[in-house]
């Protein structure tokens, strides 16, 4: 009835016997999830990130041709400073006027005598360099800004020109401040007259810069959307899920409605040829824990599929219409893998009727029906859409738009007493070597009745648990110990540890809850105490206080293994219910019961309830009164009040009867459970055979009337 694959969760982590990763299936799949993500993107993001994504060449492109064309410049001034010999003297003659030259840098020369050529440069970003090139001629300087051509003639030609020699290279930095503010002037002045490469020197470092920013945002971006996408919206691959179908205990009628899946899917043609061609969508629904998830994805690797997990209560996003986006997003995803499961839990309040207030809106169920009709491609009825619930038709209805889109429905059920014994030898199997010999499971499997696979499950980790803290191995008691821990929850004593007025109170109504029940036990049995022992439904009796209902005091039971309810059975419960404010009645007054039976009261309520207004017990007509209540808004007519009311009444006086008989026992057991804190069963049975024969002793000494008939109790400690 579950999922029996070892250790890991079967959607987590790599296949089995997986040994180095492969990077190439890796890049596969991150572009797969890309795609994906890509895919269910509104237009304006999809935009946006084709933008950027063209920007970014684009930018870094510019930067790197700006770059080396200002390298090529750099070049051209070492070229320059290498003409100039070591002859060259680093000083500037700052007293010669200096004025803007005309013309070429080159003409200049060729028209006029020369006496000195002084170069002056400065490193701007990174490689780049600014010169400045004053001209002695004449008793005056002529500044030139020759261009990223002129520099590159001017070099060239500086090495066999006559005016070669003539060439000094000055660092701006070496200057006088003099000079500087004479330069500085020039820069003012002729500011327009720079060469290009100059202009673009801070471009390159912009775009530069830009390129990288926008690299590492589209990545940023990319990576904090694909983390969210991935705990939401992300395909498992086949090989990722671990086990397989056939690891199932107990599930032979359900393996058989999913091999039925998987040969329709499998073999669709011969099926298309018969008409049947609609899509693959099924609906799974059954309690909690019985393996809807699991089959699933057992499912996906038999078919060999990628398979799309979803939580449907994670639909609603908040905003309008969210809902129905999110599954517009999924069926994109599918449809652009074309062959895949897309598998929705806990989908229940999409199966209720539309209209009204309730937590899905309609429009993210009228998408849902939409996706499901599958009349938009061919392609999509290569989509398996597997929709499970929870969803309990007898309590709620459900809409029949919804049920009619499903070609299959699989209904999940809890296991019976063979399925769950065989679920938990499972479990204790893969820990084999931690496990007691002669293990006996008879009680386990008894108070587990009703109890999922997950149950199961969780009960004997907790016994491996508390095993390992023990240091010791997994037996009945570890087993049984864990079981009440789940079942029940985690119980303490310290809360009526020091309050021995409650402690008493607790006692004589939990013993009223048990001597009800024993004394019906008791006559079934005929006088048997092993069939006693095992037909009793009571594991364990405490005055431990349990925080998950908030109960001072327990009574730990199995399930009972009918699922019908005779009349007589009903009135049982009820009785049983009402055995615990019978007995602080019967030993405080009336005026001593307390509000530990509230929980009582309440069931007692709606059994009474049930039967006279819902199954027309203790009436003239067998009719369902409460059929004609619509929703959660209840009534409960004059007449229908006053059979419960008189029921109630006369079963509280039979209660009330019975635990009259036995107060003196009820004392006897409730010394008992006050001394020792707790008392099972086989405890239980034993103070009660060992009292009645010290009564039946006692009686035969005194010479009490039919002592001499009575049977005598058998002996105590057999």
Known sequence: MSDLSADKDPVEGTAAGASTPNPWLSIRKLAGRLSDWYTIQSTAVKAMVIAVALLIPLTGGYSFVVLQR???????????????????????????????????????????????????????????????????????QYAYYPSDIETKIFADK??????????????????????????????????????????????????GVLSAALTLGLLGFLAFHLKGQFKS???????????????????????????????????????AEYGINKPFNVMFSGPAGTG???????????????????????????????????????????????????????????????????????????????????????????????????????????????????????????????????????????????????????????ITEGRSPADLETIVNQAGITAVQAGELIDAETLMQAAERVLVGNV??????ERERDRRIIAIHEW??????????????????????????????SLKANPRNNALGFVFHKQGSNLLKTKADIEHDVRVLLGGMANEELFFGEEGTTNGAHNDITRVTKLLHHAVAEMGMYRKTRLNFGA???????????????IMELQSERLYGETKATLARLKPLTEHLAGKLMEAGEMSLKEALFEIRSFEAACFSFDSKVGLNGASKAEPAPDAAA
């Open 70 to 140: 200002q390298a090529a410049v750099a070049e051209q001034v070492k070229a320059m400073a290498g003409a100039s010999g070591a002859e060259a003297l680093w000083t500037l003659n700052d007293k010669l006027p200096v004025v803007f030259g005309s013309g070429s840098v080159l003409g200049f020369l060729e028209r006029n005598p020369v006496e000195r050529i002084t170069v002056i440069y400065k490193p701007l970003m990174w490689n780049i360099s600014e010169r400045i090139v004053l001209i002695e001629s004449n008793g005056t």
């Open 158 to 207: 500086a090495v066999s020109a006559p005016w070669g020699g003539k060439l000094v290279f000055i660092p701006r930095g070496e200057l006088s401040e003099a000079s500087q503010d004479m330069l500085e002037k020039l820069d003012e002045r002729f500011a327009g007259a720079r060469p290009q490469s100059e202009k673009d020197g801070w471009k390159a470092g912009v775009s």
């Open 233 to 271: 919206l992300r395909f498992i691959e086949p090989q990722q899920v671990q086990g397989s179908i056939e690891d199932l205990v107990g599930m032979d009628d359900i393996k058989s409605e999913v091999r039925q899946i998987k040969d329709q899917y499998e073999r669709r043609a011969e099926y």
């Open 292 to 446: 809807k998830t699991k089959l699933a994805s057992y499912l996906a690797k038999e078919l060999n599929l990628p398979i799309l997990f979803h939580s449907a209560a994670n639909l609603e996003t908040g905003y309008v219409a969210g809902g129905s986006n999110t599954l517009a997003r999924i069926a994109s995803m599918a449809k652009r893998r074309k062959r895949c499961i897309v598998f929705l839990d806990e989908a229940q309040d999409l199966f209720m009727k539309r209209g009204g207030h309730r937590k899905f809106d309609d429009d993210t169920q009228n998408m849902l029906l939409a996706i499901l009709d599958g009349v938009r491609t061919k392609s999509e009825a290569e989509i398996i859409w597997i929709v499970a619930s929870n969803f309990n038709s007898e309590s709620m209805p459900m809409d029949e738009a919804m049920l009619r889109r499903f070609q299959m429905k699989v209904d999940f059920r809890l296991p019976n007493k063979e399925e769950r014994r065989a679920i938990v030898e499972h479990y204790l199997d893969q820990r084999a070597d931690k496990v007691a010999d002669g293990l006996d499971l008879r009680h386990l499997v008894e």
């Open 492 to 497: 303490n004593g310290n809360t009526t540890k």
């Open 512 to 541: 009223g809850h048990f001597l009800v029940d024993f004394e019906l036990e008791r006559k079934r049995a005929g006088g048997d105490w092993e069939k006693l022992l095992g037909e009793m439904k009571t594991i364990k009796i």
């Open 628 to 642: 004609l209540n619509e929703g959660s808004n209840r009534t409960v007519d004059e007449e229908t009040r006053s």
